[in-house]
C-alpha cells in the first residue's frame, strides 16, 4: 500500500475518532452545566422567596 494513502486514512480516521470523543465529552460537560446552572436558580429561590 502506498504510504501517502495510508497516512491520510490513518489522518481521517483520526479526525472521527477525534470527533466522536469530543461530541461526548461535550455533550457530557454540557448536561452538567444545565445542571450546575438548575441547582443555582432553585437555591436562589429557595433563599430569596422561601426563607
Given at each position: 500500500?502506498?504510504?501517502?494513502?495510508?497516512?491520510?486514512i490513518?489522518?481521517?480516521?483520526?479526525?472521527?475518532?477525534?470527533?466522536?470523543v469530543?461530541?461526548?465529552?461535550?455533550?457530557?460537560?454540557?448536561?452538567?452545566?444545565?445542571?450546575?446552572?438548575?441547582?443555582?436558580?432553585?437555591?436562589?429561590?429557595?433563599?430569596?422567596?422561601?426563607?
Amino acid at each position: 500500500m502506498n504510504p501517502d494513502l495510508t497516512f491520510y486514512i490513518a489522518c481521517i480516521l483520526i479526525a472521527i475518532v477525534g470527533f466522536l470523543v469530543f461530541k461526548k465529552v461535550t455533550s457530557c460537560l454540557f448536561k452538567a452545566a444545565l445542571t450546575i446552572v438548575a441547582v443555582v436558580i432553585l437555591a436562589a429561590i429557595y433563599f430569596m422567596y422561601i426563607k
